[in-house]
């Protein structure tokens, strides 16, 4: 082990001087930025020892550890079942499967970085007296040679199997970065008959072409008596699996608004601009998606006297009499409404599905 202890001031070292080694450099910055050190010691006896080949060894295990976990969340990202099924099936192990490679390739690369600083890197102790004058034109250059040696330090450059170990480590890791970013545009929204992305569980269609009775969760269908003036209620597209997260788009609060009130919500609604919420109320009853437009959280506090609705997660509040248009938080877009009206027994069914994508914006919504 090789100790270099610094402490005299010296005299001032021509930088341009081909002659001298970057380390000569670093320690003519260092001088004249008054800078002491105290210590500078390597934790191997001479350079490529046994013992700094067993600890180059056990990074690169970390490193290439690392690029395997990540890896396997990469495949897993693409490969494994992820889309909801009922029972028990393998899409319940979507997410922690994900959790658990993510989480011991960080595990590993956090390890390799604390064992490169901690066994690998020379021990270094200095002091400095601080001076706040302008960088000349050599402390510039001063400084480009003393992080260029830094970097010779690090010791990738003469250790082939970290060089190694950190382009195979590092690259998947840089893949599970971009990968939930680039993962959300491969599938197309609007493949299918009826996009998933554009439709919910009030669509005629997944009814066999017949209008969706609205539902409470047990499957209950609801007369406009059942919900009181000023009341609220949850309800959901009474079809198979309507209530459950299948369709998870799809719960709705209807709301049976006093007379002065839909009055003005009627209004706004007719003068809805783009014409979407035009003939969607029933009476004095309106309907709105329950899904918040800014993270999809259940935006189901009802406020009777304001006439709010509120979201809980980031305080995101719409104006249930102005087409529900959001009036705080960070919501940007409306609430969209369900075209509401009755069948023949009395019951409401959603008159069509929603004239607006119901839930958090995405690239191609307005």
């Not at 993510?102 to 604390?114: D, K, M, P, R």
């Amino acid at each position: 082990m090789t100790a270099v202890h610094h402490g005299e001031t010296g005299t001032p070292v021509d930088v341009n001087d081909p002659h001298l080694t970057r380390f000569d450099i670093v320690k003519e910055g260092l001088r004249r930025d008054d800078i002491e050190i105290v210590t500078y010691e390597s934790h191997f006896h001479g350079q490529n020892s046994k013992a700094e080949r067993r600890i180059v060894r056990n990074i690169s295990l970390l490193l290439l550890l690392s690029g395997l976990f990540t890896a396997a969340f990469l495949v897993f990202y693409i490969v494994w079942p992820w889309e909801f099924e009922l029972g028990h099936t393998m899409s319940d192990y979507y997410t922690p499967i994900l959790g658990v490679t993510l989480g011991l390739g960080l595990l590993s690369l956090g390890f390799a970085i604390l064992a490169w600083a901690k066994k690998l890197l020379p021990h270094e102790l200095s002091i400095q007296q601080r001076h706040g004058d302008p960088s000349s034109d050599d402390e510039r250059l001063i400084t480009g040679q003393t992080m260029m040696y830094v970097a010779d330090e690090l010791g990738v450059a003469r250790r082939p199997l970290l060089k190694g170990a950190i382009a195979i480590g590092a690259a998947p890791l840089g893949l599970a970065v971009a990968a939930p970013l680039v993962g959300g545009l491969i599938q197309n929204p609007h493949k299918d008959k009826y996009p998933i992305m554009y439709t919910t569980g009030f669509e005629p269609a997944l009814n066999g072409g017949k209008l969706v009775r609205l539902t409470r969760e047990d499957g209950s269908p609801i007369r406009p008596d059942d919900v009181s003036a000023g009341g609220q209620m949850t309800v959901y597209p009474g079809i198979p699996h309507g209530a459950t997260n299948h369709y998870a788009d799809s719960p709705t609060l209807l709301i049976h608004l006093r007379a002065d009130d839909a009055a003005e919500t009627r209004k706004n609604a007719e003068a809805d601009k783009n014409g979407r919420n035009v003939g969607s109320m029933w009476g004095n009853y309106v309907a709105y998606s329950k899904i918040c437009t800014h993270a999809g959280c259940p935006a189901s506090l009802y406020e009777q006297q304001t006439n709010r609705l509120l979201c809980p997660c980031h305080q995101s509040q719409f104006l249930i009499t102005d087409n529900a248009q959001p009036v705080f938080g960070p919501a940007t877009r409306r609430l969209p409404m369900l075209p509401l009206t009755v069948d023949e027994e009395g019951f409401f069914v959603a008159a069509e599905d929603y004239r607006d994508v119901v839930g958090p914006d995405f690239w191609e919504r307005p």
